[in-house]
Structure formats: C-alpha cells, structure tokens
C-alpha cells in the first residue's frame, strides 16, 4: 500500500525512499522504500510504533539527514540534487521545524529564539522583531516574550517553538513528537493551534507523533511499520 | 625529619585511607576505574590541566638545585682543598702581616696528629696588586699576588696542560697567572709583566705558565699571579719570614672538610698562639651557605610567583571536575535514585580523582624538570658569558613536588567532589540545566555572615599587626558576604558590581588612604599576589554580573553585518548562561595576564630607569677610579693634562677616604665601612640625589652644603634602606635622623647625625668632607676619584676608564664607568623579571587548556541544540563561528581584564616601588600586545579542532537523543 506518488501537486515526494544506518558494527535498515506525496496546504501525521522510522522519514524529507536510495523532490526539486549550504538555506527560508519540547536554544528569551530564522535569512532586526512579536501573539505568548526558556512551561516552550516555525511563513513545517513531552490537555490546545495556523495559512503540515488523540486531528494518518508505509488514510473528523 | 619525608607521609596516609574507602567500596572503585578509561582523550586533557601545579613546584625546586649546584661547584672548584682561611686584623679591620713561624708550628702540631678535625695548613702571602704586560701595554690594576711555597701548598698547582708547576716555574723573575689574568691581560707565556705592589716598586716578571683553570689555578676566582713565597716576602713586600694568611684545610674530602669548619676552628683557636687578633673566614662554609641561601631564595621567589599560576591551574582542576560531573548528571542522577548516598557519589569522583591526581604527580614533576631545563637555557644566554650548566636535581626535590602537586591536586578534586555530588535528582535524569543561584537564600545568608565575620577578624588582626595582607584582604571579603547575605533581597548586580568597584578602589587605593588610615604597613612578596587575586576577583565579578550590559554592546556592533547577527547573538550568550563555567575561565586567563603584564612593566621600569638613575647615582660624573695605592692630587691632574686640555676630561674631583667601623644601631657588634669625604666645592654644587632627605632641608644641594659646612651631619648611601626589588647588599641599617657613631682607626669614637640617604648604592660610604675626614683621623686615603667627560671629544667613557687604568697602573688605579655599572645591575634585574615572565606565560596553558576542554565539553553537550540551530538554517560556517567567537568572547576579555589591571597595579607600583623618580610610565606595548596575540593565537588553534567537529556535526545526528 502506497501513497499516489505521480500526483504533480504534491510539494514533498518521496519515491523508494531507503536509509540505512551503518555504525560500523550493524547495519540498520531505518527505512526501506517509502513512498509518499504530501500536497500543498495539506496536514499530515505519521504514526506508528517506536523504531518504525517516523523520525528518519521526517528528518529525510526535511533535508536533515542524506537518503540512501530512492529520490525526495520538494517542490519537484531533487533533495540529493542540493549541497549542504543550499540545502541549509532552504530550510532557513521555506522550512520550519517544531521539535519535542526543550528544542529552543535555552540562552535566548522567547522573543530572541522566534526572530533567530528571520535573522538568519537576513531580515531587519527591527523587521524581524516585529514579526517575531506577531508569531507569538499567534500562539498566544506575546506577553512572555523576555522570558527564557527554563521560565516558560512545557506548552509554552512548545507554542515558541511554533511560533519560531512559522515566523518565516515556511511553506511546509515539520514536526517530530510536537507534543511528546506535554499533557494531554497541552497536546490538544497545540494541535488545535496547529489545525488552525494550517487552515488560517494554507501551509503544508508533516507531523510525527505516537499518539492517535494528536493523529486524528491531520487531514491524512500515514501508519508506518518496519521501515516501510503501512496504511494510509483519512481520519474520521472530530 | 625533612619536608620531602614529612609530605611522603602525608601522601601514603592519605592513600591508606582511599585505600580503606576503596576495600569498603569496590563498586564505586570499579566505577570510577572504568569512568577513567571511559574516553581516553578526555583523560589525557584531564591530566595534563592536573598536572600543572606539580610541573610548577617541581620546575622551580630542580632550577633551585641547579643553581644551588652551580655555586656550590665554584665554590668547590675555587677553594680546592682549603677550608678556612687565618689572618689577623688590626683595630680598624686592616689586613697585617705576621710570623711565618705561627703557619710551620700549626702545620706540626696538625701533622703531630693533635687535631683530628684538621688535615693540613700552608702558609700564603696574598696582596692587592696592579699588573701591566709589557707586550701589549695592557693593565690590569686589581689583581691578587699568591706567594705559595709549593711543597706546602693544599692544593697542587697544575699548568695549562694539568701537570704540577715545578719550583723553577715560580722562581726568580719566573711566575704563573691564571686564566682569569691572562683573559685581562691578553698575556702569554713569554709574556713579561710589571708588577707593582703596595711598595710601589716595580717587579718585572716573566710568564712561564697560565695555570689551569681550577683549585688553586681558580682560588676565589680572583685574577691571580703565582710567585715563590720567599720571593714575595723578600722583593715584593719587602717583609722576610712575615705572611698575612694560613690556609687550613679541614679534616675530610674537598667536598666534606665544610662540615666539620666550625670544630676546625675552635680546635684552631686552640693550636694558635696568643697576641694576634685572628680572623677566621670559613670560605668553603660560607661559599656552601651562600649556595644554600641563594637556591633558597630562587625557589622561593620562582614558587611565589608560580603560585598564580597554580591557583589558575586549581581554578581549572576544579573546571574540568564541576564540566565532568555536569556530562555524567543523568548517570549520577539514576545513580542517586537507586540509592546512592551524595557521599557516594563524592567518593567515586575521588577515587577517579586519586588515579588522575597519581597520573599528574607523577607525568607534572617530569614536565618540571624539562620547564627548568628551558629556563636554565634562557637563564644562562641571559646571564651571557655562556654560563654552563647541566641540569642538577636532588630525587627529594623531586619528591616533594611530586607529593605537594598530589596533595593540592586531590585536595581541589575533594572540594569539587563535593560540590557536584550535590544535584538534583529529578533535574539530573533529565539533564535540565540547574538554576543560577540555586542555593537556597538561608545558605547564601549563611556563607554571607560567616564571611563578614571571617573578614572582619582578618581586617583586626591586619590593623593590629599593621600588616598590608590583613588590611587589604579583610574588607574585601566584608563586602562580598553582604553581597552574598544580600543576595535574596536586592539585585546580586548591583552588590556584586559594588563590591567588585570596592575591591579594586581598595586593593589600588588611588586617593592614598591606606597611609593615611594605618600608617606604614609591613608587606612582602605576598602582596602581590593577594592584590593580583583580589583584583581579578574583583574584575571577573563585575564582568560576570555585567555581562548582558556588555554583551547588548557587542551585539549591537558585532551584528551590524547583518549575516553575522545571529551568530554574535547566539555565541555570546552561552557564557554567560553558565556563569560559574565562565567565571573560572577569566578568571584564570585574568590572573595570568594580570602576572606577566605586571612582571612587563616592572622590566619596563627597570629598563627605562638607566638614564636617569646614572644621572643621579653618579652625580654627573660618568666615571669613577678607585686607586690600591694613595695617588697624590698633584700627580693626577697632572698625569691628565693633556686630556683635559683637549677636552676629553671636564672635570676631576679628588676624594679622599678613610677605613672606620659603624657600630650598629643597639648592638654590641661594628660593621667595617669607608669615611668619604669630598672637596667642598664638589659638596657645594654636589649633584648626587637623595633617596630620602631630613625635613630640615628644602632641596638635596641645601643638605650637601650641610654636610660641606657642618662636622655634626652627613648622607650615607643607598644600601642602608635595603633593596625591594633586585638583590640587597650591605648588612648595616639606617633610619634617616640617626646619628652614626663611628670608630676611627685609632680607636675614638665620632658621631654624625644624618640627614640624607642617597639613592646611588655602589659605593657603601659615610659622605662627609674632606676636612671632617683629615680632622677626624690619622688614616687618610687619596685614592677615590670622581671623573666627569666631555662626550664631544670623540672617546667613549670605556676609552678613556682603559687609558686611565693605564696611565695610573703602578697605582692600582681601576676606573669604573657609571653607566656600565647602573646597566649590568638593571640589566640582572629587568632580565630576571623577563625570565619570570616567560616562566609564568607557562600558565597560559592552563588557561588555554581550560578553554580547549571548555569547547570540548560545549560542543558535546550542545549536540542537540547545534541540531536545532542547523535544522533552522545555520549553515556550517555559522556553527564554526559561534562556537570561534564565545571562545574568543572569554579568552579575549579575561586577556584584556588581565592586561587592564595588570597595567592599573602597574601604575600604584611605579609609585610605590619608587619608580617614577627614574622612570617614565612606559608601557612596553609590543610586548604586551605580541604577549595577548600570542595567548589569544594559540586559544583559537586549541579551540578551533573542537569547533570544527560541532560544525561538522549531521543536523539529524545531532538532532537524535543521546540519553
């Protein structure tokens, strides 16, 4: 089973995707050939059991990590086509990233850790400020702006995080376990605020989790399992 | 029982007792083993920071030894088989001549077997006397004639090729010189001298040999003509069957006989015969003692000023443990919640800390001996001359550095110990970073008041012992415990910063309120390094606490490129989220820098004190002749006439002397010194500076022209104050007002009050008037004279002293150049100061090293969050810079923190060590910026590796969780 990998809208298409760790004395097959095709605008979780290669699919399609077999195209761009450094920009310009919690760079305040992409892409200061405060008034934070991260709670540390994905408009945001580390109640308040960013925004959404309560909330579920994609489907609306 | 013994002890009781920790613990043992083989790389940087207090100690014991040794062998070398020398003074100290009967009966009774403490005796005629060879017209005024019989002599006395000279050598008109007079001389054997004694006769003599250059060849390293005994007391001194010396050698090896010289001496006092006055000088003893003092000192002053950088390397030691216990707190933390003890957790960091501190002793007191070894390198191409030496070592020199660097090693690890086992556990399991001041305010109350109180008992007992150390360190460590008792209820900013603004107001004084408040205080070496912490404290206090004011600076400039903003705002506030961390780190950096550019400046001043310090010392006269032999005004002016009317010579003052003892102040004992007296036009317009001057008089000529009018007042020179810095000579102290009671040479007694010391110390006198000298005494010398040049005339001052020296040889005349004399000592000095400097600059590695296992650690503990900043964009070369510039951000502000205060103390120093009278404040700004370039060069290449290795990092690895 697998995903339509000849749709000329998908924005990220993965075909055959393989990637093997090789740390010298095992070799371990992470994935072995996925297919996938995320469309624009749309939200998708990836399921599945630990070890099933949720996280190395994501950080392969993002660019974080090389592939080794198979082909990613992101906006019909080969992946492998792309050096480190336009890789690195690209991410810095069209893609954002949300991690478990404790992933802000814990010597800047919430404001400092928001504007950093922006910065790095070569923004204003003033500008970047600016669109900084808008993100976390977004995610409901601008009152915590000079605030570091071991001063904010763990949701809170996760809406900066998203509030730093999506202040350089990415086209597409990646997330790995975006509530692993939060409660429940936490968990549905970031989804819900991650449904609506997506609806508000028409971004593109690719998000790991383990926990079927955050799944259900995507447009599409991609279970995964040894490596490979199991199912693929539409969750029943909440 | 000695102190290598002593230390020895302690060492194996303290690993008795980890060894019984151990035996109770085998698990914590077994843990800490394997933590130690667990990253070999890291044990091997671990070591090399552990091992500098030990390199240190031991570098400066083994220079001492071979120092000690050096001597040690001259004097060996130069005395041979003689132990003790016999003369007999009359009252006023003066060397006089006596039966050689005394000598033959002593060496009978010695070979009659009745002292056992005595080997042998031989009777020696040694005078003063000038020497000209006639083959090249070359003078040499000072050297000494040996009169030695040779089937008595102590010592054999070899020729050039080592075989014994033969009575025919040193008969007749036939004499040996040594090495030291031929170098003089540039003579030959062949080579016909003139010798001219104190009878003013010349002898005209032929070389047969140049002795060989050791034993008697060497006797006391003075420049040496051997001549038959008979011949000297017959023709040469015109006094038959008289010596003026015995040289005894004592019973034992030439190695041993120092030994026993006491009980030589009082069995000598025994054997002698009574009406003499005997003088016995103990030269091996003393030559040995000498040997003995001066390593002492050496070590000293080389482990004083080491101990800067061993509190830096302390400050590191406890780095590298706090950076290991914060890489293993989630395995500490596990550890803890299974039922580990805190105590068991400070004993497995000690028990890894006993194997490290094993592994530093032993590898740091190796290192030691390959530090001593370059700087005896340094040492002796300074010293020039090219010095010889071989690096000499006792294994208990060895032994202590190793123990004391073990000692102070485990002792740190102990504390550090302690201080990592308290975590957490819920906050070390998941490895979240502890809050700055964690500690609960009941605690920094605590610490707070105990450290008021602690300061306030150590500022009593500075102010009642009117010691500096007290006074200096008590109200500092009053205002940090209000900062710390504070800490809860006002911004730590503000009293921190406060305090730190006190420390370095307090510990400079710059309004002079310390002589104000406690009058004169004691201090010594000490001080400088309490001042050197205290200052540095203070700096790294406020920069800490300041930091987000400078680092908003920073920002703003650094990331005006706008591509380089993010990385100037992430590289800089990583250090100062880990303040301890950072702390430390300037904190060493500082305290090194603060030393060498200290040590710079005081060369500096040394250097740049030559020109006006020969002005002053000298007077205005750029030479000085002092003749063995009285030379008659007349005879000189008109011996230079012709210099003078060409031009050459500006001006002559003829002096005159007088041997006198002193009799120190409240004692019962006399110290030999010289009466000067000067012409009174020379005292009227006399130009020689005063250190210190009676309030009696406006200006030092008004004091001179005291001196030349009023018989009840005189200056005496320098020596008298002691020395601060550079070597001290003279045992008589003087405080200005005293009055002086002086013992002429036919026994009365005269007292001068005075009422100025002079800065000049090469010439130890009593300066009055020539009247008062001629007046006062019956033994008047006309052999000092003062000699002024015209620069103009196309000779230099070394031309015209080697023209004089000639002109005047039959009277002994040597003529010393001022300026030559001024430079060599502040030559000595500014390149000892140097030599310390480039033995401290050796600390900079602990300091760099601090920063390359700082990076290390960053780097390894920052894995994920280098991931993040990647998967965000940062490129590469981003990543390389932040990590390049948060090193550079620390190392360069501990280095420029260093050099700022360093040049802050520098400024006091020029004043108080009394500098700015012959100095300019010349900051040697090549040195100093090659000395920060070279620091801050060599911090990058050590932090760069590292660096590198994060920027290389997969974003996905470093993403992935290690725990």
């Keep these: 089973m697998g995903a339509d990998v000849t749709g000329t809208d998908a924005i990220v298409l993965a075909k055959e995707v393989k990637k093997t760790y090789d740390t010298g004395k095992v070799k371990v097959d992470a994935l072995r050939g996925v297919n996938l095709a995320v469309k624009e605008g749309e939200m998708i979780a990836v399921m599945g059991p630990s070890g099933c290669g949720k996280t190395t699919l994501l950080n392969c399609l993002s660019g974080l990590d090389d592939i080794t077999g198979g082909e990613i195209f992101i906006r019909g761009t080969r992946l492998s086509d792309m050096d480190d450094r336009t890789r690195t920009s690209y991410r810095a310009e069209k893609i954002g990233f949300i991690f478990q919690a404790y992933n802000l760079l814990p010597v800047l305040t919430s404001a400092e850790n928001v504007e950093l992409p922006l910065l790095i892409s070569g923004t204003p200061p003033k500008e970047a400020r600016k669109k900084a405060m808008e993100a976390l008034k977004a995610v409901g934070l601008e009152e915590w702006q000079n605030h570091k991260p071991s001063e904010l709670s763990g949701g809170q540390q996760q809406r900066v995080t998203i509030a730093r994905s999506l202040v350089n408009k990415p086209e597409i945001v990646f997330g790995d376990e975006p509530t692993g580390n939060l409660d429940s109640e936490s968990s549905k308040e970031i989804m819900v605020l991650l449904r609506d960013l997506n609806k508000q925004n028409r971004q593109t959404f690719v998000i790991v989790t383990h926990d079927y309560n955050v799944g259900k909330l995507a447009d599409r579920i991609v279970m995964m399992r040894d490596g490979k994609v199991e199912k693929d489907f539409a969750p029943q609306p909440f | ?963």
């Design chain 2, 1 to 963: 029982m000695n102190s290598a013994t002593q230390l020895l002890l302690i060492v194996l009781l303290v690993l008795a007792v980890v060894g019984v920790l151990v035996l109770r613990r085998r698990t914590l043992a077994k843990m800490a083993v394997r933590n130690v083989w667990r990253k070999r790389k890291f044990t091997v940087i671990i070591t090399a920071g552990l091992l500098i207090a030990t390199a240190m100690i031991s570098g400066s014991l083994v220079m001492a030894d071979t120092l000690s040794y050096l001597i040690k062998k001259d004097t060996f070398d130069s005395t041979g088989a003689v132990d003790i020398v016999i003369s007999v003074k009359d009252n006023t100290s003066r060397d006089v001549y006596f039966d050689q009967s005394v000598a033959t009966n002593l060496m009978v009774a010695i070979a009659g077997g009745n002292a056992n403490y005595l080997d042998g005796a031989a009777p020696a005629v040694r005078e003063s006397v000038s020497v000209l060879d006639q083959a090249n017209g070359l003078p040499y005024p000072s050297a000494t004639i040996f009169g030695v019989n040779l089937s008595q002599s102590l010592d054999p006395l070899l020729d050039e090729n080592g075989n014994p000279v033969t009575p025919d050598d040193i008969s007749g008109r036939n004499v040996v010189i040594n090495q030291g007079l031929a170098d003089e001389l540039n003579a030959n054997p062949g080579d016909t001298i003139e010798i001219i004694g104190p009878t003013n006769v010349p002898e005209f003599a032929v070389v047969s040999h140049v002795a060989y250059n050791s034993g008697l060849g060497r006797w006391q390293n003075e420049k040496l003509v051997f001549v038959d005994l008979s011949y000297v007391q017959n023709d040469v001194m015109l006094q038959p069957n008289d010596i003026n010396r015995i040289d005894v050698s004592a019973a034992g090896s030439i190695d041993e006989g120092y030994l026993v010289s006491d009980q030589a001496v009082t069995q000598l006092k025994g054997l002698l015969p009574p009406g003499y006055d005997y003088v016995f000088d103990e030269v091996k003893k003393d030559g040995v003692d000498a040997a003995k003092s001066t390593a002492d000192q050496i070590s000293q002053l080389f482990i004083i000023m080491s101990s800067f950088t061993i509190i830096a390397g302390i400050a590191l030691i406890i780095n590298i443990f706090v950076m290991l216990a914060e890489e293993r707190k989630p395995e500490m933390g596990i550890s803890r919640a299974i039922g580990m003890q805190r105590g068991d957790l400070t004993q497995t960091f000690l028990f890894e800390g006993v194997v490290y501190a094993l592994f530093a002793a032993a590898i740091g007191s190796i290192v030691g001996l390959a530090i001593a070894g370059v700087m005896m390198g340094l040492f002796s191409s300074v010293a020039g001359g090219g010095l010889a030496f071989t690096l000499h070592f006792e294994p208990s020199s060895i032994l202590v550095a190793a123990c004391a660097g073990f000692l102070i090693t485990l002792l740190t690890i102990v504390v550090a110990s302690w201080r990592v086992s308290k975590l957490n556990i819920v906050r070390a399991i998941r490895d979240i970073p502890e809050p700055i001041l964690a500690k609960s305010g009941r605690k920094y109350l605590v610490t707070g008041v105990l450290s008021i109180a602690l300061g306030l008992l150590i500022f009593a007992s500075g102010i009642s012992s009117k010691q500096a150390a007290g006074i200096y360190a008590g109200p500092s460590l009053i205002l940090l415990g209000i900062s710390m008792a504070l800490v809860k209820n006002v911004n730590p900013r503000w009293t921190f910063t406060v305090s730190g603004m006190f420390i370095i107001w307090w510990t400079l004084d710059p309004t002079n309120l310390h002589p104000y408040l406690f009058g004169a205080l004691k201090s010594g070496m000490e001080m400088f390094i309490l001042t050197g912490i205290l200052l540095v404290i203070a700096g790294v206090l406020i920069a800490v606490f300041n930091s987000d004011l400078l680092l908003g600076g920073l920002v703003r400039t650094g990331g005006k490129k706008r591509s380089l903003l993010p990385v100037f705002r992430v590289a800089i506030s990583y250090p100062m989220n880990k303040r301890f961390r950072t702390g430390l780190s300037l904190f060493i950096f500082a305290l090194i820098m603060f030393t060498v550019t200290v040590l710079a400046m005081i060369a500096s001043f040394e250097r740049e004190s030559v020109d006006a310090m020969t002005q002053q010392f000298s007077g205005g006269f750029e030479l000085m002749g002092i003749s063995i032999r009285d030379i008659p005004t007349n005879a000189f002016s008109a011996q230079v006439q012709d210099l003078t009317d060409s031009g050459v010579i500006s001006r002559v003052e003829p002096s005159v002397t007088a041997p006198i003892a002193i009799i120190k102040n409240g004692a019962n004992e006399t110290v030999p010194y010289m009466l000067l007296g000067m012409s009174q036009s020379m005292l009227e317009q006399n130009a020689f500076s005063l250190l210190m001057r009676s309030s009696d008089y406006a200006s030092d000529s008004e004091a001179w022209n005291a001196v030349a009018h009023d018989p009840g007042v005189a200056v005496i020179d320098g020596t008298v104050r002691g020395q601060t810095y550079g070597p001290s000579s003279g045992t008589l102290r003087v405080d200005l007002g005293q009055t002086l009671t002086m013992v002429m040479s036919d026994g009365h007694q005269v007292h001068v009050k005075v009422i100025g010391i002079m800065d000049q110390t090469m010439n130890m006198a009593v300066f009055t008037s020539s009247d008062f000298v001629k007046n006062n005494t019956y033994v008047v010398q006309q052999n000092l004279f003062y000699i002024a040049t015209a620069h103009q005339s196309g000779w230099t001052d070394d031309e015209v002293a080697k023209e004089l020296e000639k002109r005047f040889v039959t009277y002994g005349l040597r003529v010393y150049v001022s300026r030559d004399t001024i430079q060599s000592y502040m030559g000595i000095v500014s390149s000892t100061m140097q030599l310390m400097e480039i033995f401290l600059g050796m600390g900079l590695v602990v300091g760099i090293s601090g920063l390359g296992i700082i990076t290390i650690r960053s780097v390894a503990e920052r894995r994920q969050e280098i991931g993040v900043m990647r998967a965000i964009g940062f490129q590469r070369r981003m990543i390389l810079g932040t990590f390049m510039l948060e090193t550079s951000y620390v190392s360069l502000l501990g280095i420029v923190m260093g050099v700022l205060l360093g040049l802050a103390l520098s400024y006091r120093l020029y004043d108080w060590g009394g500098f700015s009278k012959y100095s300019a404040f010349v900051i040697p700004w090549v040195d100093l910026l090659m000395l920060v370039a070279i620091a801050f060069l060599i911090t990058l290449a050590a932090t760069l590796p590292p660096s590198r290795g994060a920027a290389k990092l997969a974003p996905a690895e470093a993403l992935r969780r290690v725990d």
